[in-house]
Protein backbone atom coordinates (compact mmCIF):
# COMPACT_ATOMS: atom_id res chain seq x y z
CA UNK A 1 0.00 0.00 0.00
CA UNK A 2 1.47 3.79 -0.93
CA UNK A 3 -0.19 6.17 1.30
CA UNK A 4 -1.53 9.53 -1.12
CA UNK A 5 0.54 12.39 -1.34
CA UNK A 6 -0.51 15.94 -0.95
CA UNK A 7 -1.24 18.18 -3.55
CA UNK A 8 0.80 20.73 -4.23
CA UNK A 9 -2.37 23.17 -3.92
CA UNK A 10 -3.46 21.65 -0.42
CA UNK A 11 -3.86 24.71 1.02
CA UNK A 12 -6.15 26.36 -1.39
CA UNK A 13 -7.64 23.09 -1.81
CA UNK A 14 -9.13 22.66 1.68
CA UNK A 15 -9.52 26.54 1.51
CA UNK A 16 -11.92 26.24 -1.46
CA UNK A 17 -13.52 22.90 0.27
CA UNK A 18 -14.73 25.07 3.52
CA UNK A 19 -16.26 27.24 1.60
CA UNK A 20 -18.87 25.17 0.52
CA UNK A 21 -19.56 24.52 4.42
CA UNK A 22 -20.81 21.04 3.31
CA UNK A 23 -18.48 18.28 6.27
CA UNK A 24 -20.64 16.84 8.69
CA UNK A 25 -23.65 17.70 7.24
CA UNK A 26 -26.60 15.53 7.23
CA UNK A 27 -27.54 13.55 4.04
CA UNK A 28 -29.07 14.70 1.32
CA UNK A 29 -31.59 13.02 -1.44
CA UNK A 30 -29.94 14.61 -3.95
CA UNK A 31 -26.54 13.40 -3.65
CA UNK A 32 -27.73 9.62 -3.10
CA UNK A 33 -29.97 9.88 -5.83
CA UNK A 34 -26.64 10.61 -8.08
CA UNK A 35 -25.17 7.52 -6.64
CA UNK A 36 -27.63 5.37 -7.01
CA UNK A 37 -27.69 6.47 -10.54
CA UNK A 38 -24.01 5.70 -11.14
CA UNK A 39 -24.03 2.52 -9.64
CA UNK A 40 -26.45 1.37 -11.92
CA UNK A 41 -24.89 3.01 -15.18
CA UNK A 42 -21.53 1.06 -13.95
CA UNK A 43 -23.13 -2.10 -12.34
CA UNK A 44 -21.04 -1.94 -8.93
CA UNK A 45 -22.40 -2.88 -5.48
CA UNK A 46 -21.49 0.12 -3.88
CA UNK A 47 -20.59 3.95 -4.54
CA UNK A 48 -20.39 7.20 -2.04
CA UNK A 49 -19.65 11.06 -2.43
CA UNK A 50 -16.53 11.53 -1.12
CA UNK A 51 -14.78 14.84 0.09
CA UNK A 52 -11.18 14.64 1.58
CA UNK A 53 -10.25 17.11 4.45
CA UNK A 54 -7.12 17.52 6.16
CA UNK A 55 -7.16 13.96 8.19
CA UNK A 56 -10.09 12.22 6.98
CA UNK A 57 -12.13 10.94 4.08
CA UNK A 58 -15.93 12.38 4.66
CA UNK A 59 -18.95 10.62 2.64
CA UNK A 60 -21.59 12.95 1.76
CA UNK A 61 -23.49 10.19 0.14
CA UNK A 62 -22.35 5.98 0.60
CA UNK A 63 -24.17 3.11 -0.46
CA UNK A 64 -23.58 -0.94 -0.21
CA UNK A 65 -22.03 -0.54 3.28
CA UNK A 66 -21.76 1.53 6.62
CA UNK A 67 -19.75 4.18 7.82
CA UNK A 68 -19.35 8.18 8.25
CA UNK A 69 -15.77 8.86 7.52
CA UNK A 70 -12.23 7.12 6.91
CA UNK A 71 -8.68 7.91 7.44
CA UNK A 72 -7.39 9.90 4.20
CA UNK A 73 -4.20 7.91 4.60
CA UNK A 74 -6.35 4.96 3.26
CA UNK A 75 -8.69 6.59 0.99
CA UNK A 76 -9.13 5.58 -2.67
CA UNK A 77 -10.21 9.09 -3.13
CA UNK A 78 -7.40 10.63 -1.97
CA UNK A 79 -5.20 9.16 -4.45
CA UNK A 80 -8.18 10.39 -7.44
CA UNK A 81 -7.51 13.92 -6.19
CA UNK A 82 -3.96 14.28 -7.14
CA UNK A 83 -5.13 14.17 -11.26
CA UNK A 84 -8.06 16.29 -10.82
CA UNK A 85 -8.88 15.90 -14.51
CA UNK A 86 -9.44 12.29 -15.32
CA UNK A 87 -10.62 9.38 -13.86
CA UNK A 88 -8.95 7.08 -11.67
CA UNK A 89 -9.76 3.18 -12.39
CA UNK A 90 -8.36 0.42 -10.79
CA UNK A 91 -9.96 -2.82 -12.33
CA UNK A 92 -8.18 -4.86 -9.54
CA UNK A 93 -6.32 -3.46 -6.50
CA UNK A 94 -4.37 -6.22 -5.70
CA UNK A 95 -2.58 -5.47 -8.74
CA UNK A 96 -2.08 -2.36 -7.56
CA UNK A 97 0.80 -1.25 -5.43
CA UNK A 98 -1.67 1.88 -4.62
CA UNK A 99 -4.15 -0.25 -3.00
CA UNK A 100 -3.15 -3.86 -2.57
CA UNK A 101 -2.21 -3.98 1.12
CA UNK A 102 -4.89 -1.42 2.16
CA UNK A 103 -7.17 -2.33 5.78
CA UNK A 104 -10.52 -1.54 2.83
CA UNK A 105 -9.14 -4.12 0.37
CA UNK A 106 -7.58 -7.23 3.11
CA UNK A 107 -10.97 -6.39 5.18
CA UNK A 108 -14.37 -5.92 4.92
CA UNK A 109 -15.73 -4.40 1.87
CA UNK A 110 -12.87 -6.01 0.10
CA UNK A 111 -12.55 -3.84 -2.37
CA UNK A 112 -11.46 -5.00 -5.71
CA UNK A 113 -12.29 -2.49 -8.24
CA UNK A 114 -12.69 1.06 -8.03
CA UNK A 115 -13.43 4.09 -10.28
CA UNK A 116 -13.43 7.98 -9.11
CA UNK A 117 -14.49 11.18 -11.01
CA UNK A 118 -13.28 14.21 -9.53
CA UNK A 119 -15.18 16.67 -7.89
CA UNK A 120 -14.08 19.77 -8.83
CA UNK A 121 -14.69 23.17 -6.99
CA UNK A 122 -16.12 25.78 -9.29
CA UNK A 123 -12.10 27.56 -9.42
CA UNK A 124 -11.12 23.89 -10.50
CA UNK A 125 -9.76 22.33 -6.86
CA UNK A 126 -10.37 18.53 -6.41
CA UNK A 127 -12.58 18.32 -3.13
CA UNK A 128 -13.40 14.33 -3.29
CA UNK A 129 -14.40 11.96 -5.51
CA UNK A 130 -18.31 10.38 -6.66
CA UNK A 131 -16.79 7.01 -6.77
CA UNK A 132 -18.14 2.93 -7.54
CA UNK A 133 -16.52 0.25 -6.46
CA UNK A 134 -17.43 -3.53 -6.00
CA UNK A 135 -15.72 -6.55 -4.40
CA UNK A 136 -14.56 -8.11 -7.68
CA UNK A 137 -12.57 -6.72 -10.39
CA UNK A 138 -14.32 -5.11 -13.05
CA UNK A 139 -13.54 -2.68 -15.99
CA UNK A 140 -15.28 0.77 -16.63
CA UNK A 141 -16.31 0.75 -20.35
CA UNK A 142 -16.36 4.12 -22.41
CA UNK A 143 -20.08 5.48 -21.82
CA UNK A 144 -19.85 4.35 -18.44
CA UNK A 145 -16.79 6.43 -18.01
CA UNK A 146 -18.55 9.39 -19.39
CA UNK A 147 -21.41 9.28 -17.46
CA UNK A 148 -19.72 8.62 -14.39
CA UNK A 149 -18.08 12.03 -15.10
CA UNK A 150 -20.91 13.73 -16.00
CA UNK A 151 -22.81 12.44 -13.29
CA UNK A 152 -19.44 13.54 -10.71
CA UNK A 153 -20.05 17.42 -12.66
CA UNK A 154 -23.86 17.16 -11.18
CA UNK A 155 -22.38 17.00 -8.56
CA UNK A 156 -20.68 19.75 -8.26
CA UNK A 157 -23.89 21.74 -9.51
CA UNK A 158 -25.00 20.26 -6.09
CA UNK A 159 -22.42 21.96 -4.02
CA UNK A 160 -22.88 25.29 -5.92
CA UNK A 161 -26.84 25.50 -5.35
CA UNK A 162 -25.78 24.96 -1.46
CA UNK A 163 -23.63 28.10 -1.94
CA UNK A 164 -26.54 29.96 -3.28
CA UNK A 165 -28.71 29.01 -0.62
CA UNK A 166 -26.58 29.87 2.06
CA UNK A 167 -26.12 33.41 -0.04
CA UNK A 168 -29.96 33.49 -0.49
CA UNK A 169 -30.45 33.21 4.06
CA UNK A 170 -27.61 35.28 3.39
CA UNK A 171 -29.33 38.11 1.31
CA UNK A 172 -33.09 38.41 1.75
CA UNK A 173 -33.22 41.59 0.10
CA UNK A 174 -32.04 39.69 -3.71
CA UNK A 175 -34.52 36.57 -2.61
CA UNK A 176 -36.43 36.63 -5.89
CA UNK A 177 -32.91 36.47 -8.05
CA UNK A 178 -31.19 34.10 -6.51
CA UNK A 179 -34.35 31.62 -7.03
CA UNK A 180 -34.76 31.95 -10.07
CA UNK A 181 -30.90 31.13 -10.27
CA UNK A 182 -31.46 28.37 -8.34
CA UNK A 183 -34.94 26.67 -10.05
CA UNK A 184 -32.54 26.75 -13.52
CA UNK A 185 -29.80 24.90 -11.90
CA UNK A 186 -32.46 22.30 -10.25
CA UNK A 187 -34.36 22.02 -13.84
CA UNK A 188 -30.93 21.40 -15.47
CA UNK A 189 -29.88 18.53 -13.00
CA UNK A 190 -33.56 17.06 -13.36
CA UNK A 191 -33.32 16.70 -17.16
CA UNK A 192 -29.50 15.26 -16.87
CA UNK A 193 -30.87 12.51 -14.45
CA UNK A 194 -34.03 11.83 -16.56
CA UNK A 195 -31.43 11.12 -19.38
CA UNK A 196 -29.01 9.62 -17.12
CA UNK A 197 -32.25 6.93 -15.53
CA UNK A 198 -33.01 6.52 -19.07
CA UNK A 199 -29.97 5.32 -19.93
CA UNK A 200 -30.00 2.68 -17.38
CA UNK A 201 -32.70 1.30 -19.16
CA UNK A 202 -31.47 0.85 -22.62
CA UNK A 203 -28.40 -1.43 -23.78
CA UNK A 204 -25.53 0.65 -25.08
CA UNK A 205 -24.90 -1.56 -28.41
CA UNK A 206 -28.20 -2.20 -29.85
CA UNK A 207 -30.07 0.96 -28.55
CA UNK A 208 -32.75 -1.82 -27.40
CA UNK A 209 -34.37 -1.64 -23.83
CA UNK A 210 -32.70 -3.35 -21.80
CA UNK A 211 -33.67 -6.30 -18.95
CA UNK A 212 -34.60 -3.85 -16.51
CA UNK A 213 -36.79 -2.28 -19.09
CA UNK A 214 -38.45 -5.16 -20.27
CA UNK A 215 -39.63 -6.09 -16.29
CA UNK A 216 -41.39 -3.08 -15.95
CA UNK A 217 -43.19 -3.68 -19.22
CA UNK A 218 -44.02 -7.12 -18.52
CA UNK A 219 -45.35 -6.35 -14.87
CA UNK A 220 -47.28 -3.32 -16.63
CA UNK A 221 -49.22 -5.36 -19.45
CA UNK A 222 -49.62 -8.35 -16.80
CA UNK A 223 -51.16 -5.65 -14.08
CA UNK A 224 -53.21 -4.48 -16.88
CA UNK A 225 -55.44 -7.71 -16.93
CA UNK A 226 -56.89 -7.60 -20.10
CA UNK A 227 -59.16 -10.64 -21.81
CA UNK A 228 -56.15 -11.38 -23.82
CA UNK A 229 -52.95 -12.34 -21.38
CA UNK A 230 -49.34 -11.63 -22.80
CA UNK A 231 -47.53 -13.48 -24.98
CA UNK A 232 -43.54 -13.72 -24.53
CA UNK A 233 -40.77 -15.15 -26.31
CA UNK A 234 -37.26 -16.03 -25.53
CA UNK A 235 -34.87 -15.72 -28.73
CA UNK A 236 -31.62 -16.61 -28.81
CA UNK A 237 -28.88 -17.10 -31.80
CA UNK A 238 -27.65 -20.46 -32.88
CA UNK A 239 -24.14 -21.04 -32.12
CA UNK A 240 -23.13 -17.66 -32.02
CA UNK A 241 -19.99 -18.46 -29.86
CA UNK A 242 -18.82 -19.88 -33.13
CA UNK A 243 -19.42 -16.63 -34.47
CA UNK A 244 -17.26 -14.20 -32.28
CA UNK A 245 -14.84 -17.09 -32.51
CA UNK A 246 -14.22 -17.79 -36.10
CA UNK A 247 -15.14 -13.65 -37.53
CA UNK A 248 -14.19 -11.39 -33.84
CA UNK A 249 -16.60 -9.98 -31.73
CA UNK A 250 -16.74 -7.04 -33.92
CA UNK A 251 -18.62 -9.23 -36.56
CA UNK A 252 -20.39 -10.61 -33.70
CA UNK A 253 -21.81 -7.21 -32.67
CA UNK A 254 -22.50 -6.38 -36.07
CA UNK A 255 -24.97 -9.63 -35.95
CA UNK A 256 -26.51 -8.29 -32.78
CA UNK A 257 -26.77 -4.96 -34.25
CA UNK A 258 -28.80 -6.49 -37.44
CA UNK A 259 -31.09 -8.50 -35.04
CA UNK A 260 -31.66 -5.87 -32.44
CA UNK A 261 -33.07 -3.82 -36.04
CA UNK A 262 -35.06 -6.21 -37.09
CA UNK A 263 -37.03 -6.75 -34.12
CA UNK A 264 -37.53 -3.22 -33.61
CA UNK A 265 -38.92 -3.20 -37.13
CA UNK A 266 -41.08 -6.15 -36.37
CA UNK A 267 -42.64 -5.03 -33.43
CA UNK A 268 -42.50 -1.59 -33.19
CA UNK A 269 -45.82 -0.56 -32.26
CA UNK A 270 -47.12 -3.53 -31.23
CA UNK A 271 -45.47 -4.89 -28.14
CA UNK A 272 -41.80 -4.48 -27.20
CA UNK A 273 -38.19 -6.19 -28.46
CA UNK A 274 -35.61 -6.06 -25.24
CA UNK A 275 -32.03 -7.31 -25.42
CA UNK A 276 -31.93 -10.12 -22.34
CA UNK A 277 -28.28 -10.31 -22.47
CA UNK A 278 -25.57 -12.03 -24.80
CA UNK A 279 -27.15 -12.91 -27.70
CA UNK A 280 -30.51 -13.53 -25.99
CA UNK A 281 -33.22 -11.30 -26.49
CA UNK A 282 -37.32 -11.16 -25.43
CA UNK A 283 -40.18 -10.16 -27.05
CA UNK A 284 -42.65 -9.11 -25.43
CA UNK A 285 -46.26 -9.43 -27.41
CA UNK A 286 -49.45 -7.46 -24.88
CA UNK A 287 -52.74 -8.84 -25.13
CA UNK A 288 -52.24 -11.45 -28.41
CA UNK A 289 -53.35 -14.42 -29.13
CA UNK A 290 -50.96 -17.61 -28.95
CA UNK A 291 -51.55 -18.54 -32.65
CA UNK A 292 -50.95 -14.68 -33.89
CA UNK A 293 -47.93 -14.84 -31.46
CA UNK A 294 -46.43 -17.68 -33.00
CA UNK A 295 -46.87 -16.63 -36.42
CA UNK A 296 -44.76 -13.97 -35.69
CA UNK A 297 -42.19 -15.72 -34.24
CA UNK A 298 -42.13 -17.66 -37.39
CA UNK A 299 -42.16 -15.17 -39.44
CA UNK A 300 -39.22 -13.21 -37.50
CA UNK A 301 -37.37 -17.11 -37.40
CA UNK A 302 -37.59 -17.01 -41.35
CA UNK A 303 -36.68 -13.09 -41.85
CA UNK A 304 -33.49 -13.62 -39.73
CA UNK A 305 -31.91 -15.51 -42.56
CA UNK A 306 -32.11 -12.24 -44.77
CA UNK A 307 -30.07 -10.22 -42.40
CA UNK A 308 -27.41 -8.49 -44.60
CA UNK A 309 -24.49 -9.55 -41.91
CA UNK A 310 -22.97 -12.28 -44.94
CA UNK A 311 -23.36 -14.89 -42.78
CA UNK A 312 -25.58 -18.01 -42.34
CA UNK A 313 -27.74 -17.27 -39.27
CA UNK A 314 -30.35 -18.61 -37.52
CA UNK A 315 -32.33 -18.14 -34.26
CA UNK A 316 -34.38 -20.48 -31.91
CA UNK A 317 -36.97 -19.11 -30.08
CA UNK A 318 -38.97 -20.20 -26.97
CA UNK A 319 -42.66 -19.21 -26.50
CA UNK A 320 -45.23 -18.78 -23.90
CA UNK A 321 -48.10 -16.81 -22.30
CA UNK A 322 -49.24 -15.29 -19.55
CA UNK A 323 -50.97 -17.36 -16.98
CA UNK A 324 -53.32 -16.33 -14.24
CA UNK A 325 -51.80 -16.41 -11.17
CA UNK A 326 -48.12 -16.35 -12.24
CA UNK A 327 -45.50 -14.29 -11.93
CA UNK A 328 -43.72 -12.45 -14.53
CA UNK A 329 -40.44 -14.26 -14.03
CA UNK A 330 -42.57 -17.60 -14.11
CA UNK A 331 -43.64 -16.87 -17.53
CA UNK A 332 -40.16 -15.77 -18.55
CA UNK A 333 -38.73 -19.03 -17.14
CA UNK A 334 -41.28 -21.05 -19.53
CA UNK A 335 -40.32 -19.36 -22.48
CA UNK A 336 -36.73 -20.11 -21.46
CA UNK A 337 -37.45 -23.73 -21.26
CA UNK A 338 -39.71 -23.84 -24.51
CA UNK A 339 -35.92 -22.47 -25.78
CA UNK A 340 -33.92 -25.33 -24.12
CA UNK A 341 -36.34 -27.34 -26.06
CA UNK A 342 -35.84 -25.90 -29.35
CA UNK A 343 -32.28 -25.47 -29.02
CA UNK A 344 -32.49 -29.56 -27.94
CA UNK A 345 -34.66 -30.29 -30.84
CA UNK A 346 -32.32 -29.38 -33.59
CA UNK A 347 -32.60 -25.10 -33.59
CA UNK A 348 -33.85 -22.98 -36.44
CA UNK A 349 -37.37 -23.42 -34.55
CA UNK A 350 -40.17 -21.99 -32.89
CA UNK A 351 -41.41 -24.12 -29.69
CA UNK A 352 -44.37 -23.20 -27.71
CA UNK A 353 -44.49 -23.45 -23.56
CA UNK A 354 -46.50 -26.33 -22.30
Same mark, same amino acid.
Given at each position: MIKPSMPANEAERLAALQRYRILDTDREQGFDDLVTIARALCGTRM??????????????????????????????????????LQLTVVEDTLQDTRFAGNPSVLGEPHIRFYAGAPLLSSDGYALGSLCVFDSTPGV??? $? @? !? *??????? &?????????????QQIEHHRAEHDWYEAHLAQYYQQLEQLNTELSEQTRTDPLTGLPNRRALAAALSEAIERGTAVTPAVAIVDIDHFKMVNDIHGHDEGDRVLTELASALRSQFAGRGMAARYGGEEFVI??????? $? @? !? *??????? &?????MLPVGLPITVSIGLATHRPGETPQDTL??????????KHQGRDRVIVAD
Open positions: GAVTLIDRDRQWFKALQGLEGVQTPRDEAFCAHTILQPLGG $Q @Q !A *EALQALS &RQVGKLLEMRVLRLMPETPM $Q @Q !A *ELQCQYL &RESVSRRADAALYQA
